[in-house]
């Protein structure tokens, strides 16, 4: 068995093919600068992710001074904000 063939069927190979991020709730808690802080199960209020609000603005269709206290559903993949959308 060549290396290639070891890493392919070794106890590791599927550790890089991971599930698909699974859709969040999130709030967005304020406005700062350009950046608005979410809120989601794994970034607390103490916290919160911080993403470019022009940017999270844009995928929910509002603009960005409205999100302020916005809930929405999205993927959160390395820190950024996927496939957003407005809950209600």
Known sequence: ?????????????AASIGEPPARVEAR????YGQFAEIV???HPTDD???VPA?????QLG?????????RFTATIVDDQ????????
């Open 62 to 70: 509002i603009e960005a001074e409205a999100l302020p206290g916005r």
């Open 54 to 58: 022009a940017e999270l603005a844009q």
């Open 28 to 31: 967005v808690l304020l406005l």
């Open 1 to 13: 068995m060549t290396g290639k063939d070891e890493w392919e069927t070794g106890p590791d190979a």
């Open 81 to 88: 904000v996927r496939d957003a959308e407005l809950i209600g």
């Open 40 to 42: 989601t199960p794994h």
């Open 48 to 50: 919160p992710l911080r």
